[in-house]
């Protein structure tokens, strides 16, 4: 389950997540601008327990018995973890969440290959075909790079969940 893209900044590697990955996705969330975060549907002051969310994660990875497919695909890109997409399976439908964690490699067009190849491995993988992404309607490069990959706009929606309340979202829907 792993495939090498090629971006507009170089050569990008797809593949599971691992352990190492946990200090890129932690400082995603915890060193990130508290406005950045709240402008792509993050609660404020949601990201507090940097230990316990460390520990949780590498738990989650530790606890990944052998032969279970993964649900989150990193890129790899010189050496680091630049970005996962996760998805959280459902019965008939799953939820996609996908980040890009440096703000110097946003807004390059590597949001639509990176996206596309890792949603298509993970779908493939887990036999998914309905997925559905949810975000905030504000956010409106987000909302572009959904309309780019293919997802269809079924309009706004109330989205809900510990991390990010109630906010008002755009769900997209792609089907295989
Ligand atoms: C949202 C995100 C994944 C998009 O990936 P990206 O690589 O930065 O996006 P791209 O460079 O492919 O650009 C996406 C499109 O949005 C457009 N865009 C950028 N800013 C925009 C804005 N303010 N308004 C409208 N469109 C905008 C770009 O022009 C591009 O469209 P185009 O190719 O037709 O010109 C990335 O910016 C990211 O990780 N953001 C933070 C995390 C996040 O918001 N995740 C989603 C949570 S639901």
């Known amino acids: 389950m792993q495939r090498q893209v090629e971006t507009p900044v170089g050569d990008v590697l797809l593949r599971p997540q691992k352990l190492e990955d946990v200090k890129y996705i932690e400082a995603y969330l915890f060193d990130s601008d508290p406005n950045f975060l709240e402008s792509i549907g993050f609660k404020k002051g949601v990201f507090t327990d940097r230990d316990s969310f460390r520990s949780r994660i590498e738990d ?62 993970l779908m493939d993988a887990h036999g998914v075909r309905r997925v559905i992404i949810e975000p905030k309607a504000t956010n409106q490069r987000m909302i572009r790079l959904m309309e780019k990959c293919g997802f269809e ?11 990010v309340g109630e906010l008002e979202a755009i769900r997209f829907v792609f089907e295989k």
């Open 60 to 121: 989650r990875i530790k606890n990944t018995s052998e032969g279970e497919l993964p649900v989150m695909m990193m890129a790899e890109f010189q050496g680091r973890a630049i970005s996962h997409t996760w998805l959280e399976m459902g019965e008939e439908t799953s939820n996609a969440h996908f980040h890009i964690y440096e703000s110097g490699l946003r807004g390059k067009g590597l949001g639509e290959i990176l996206f596309k190849n890792a949603l298509e491995i």
């Open 153 to 163: 706009n079924q309009g706004t929606s109330i989205y809900e969940n510990p991390q």
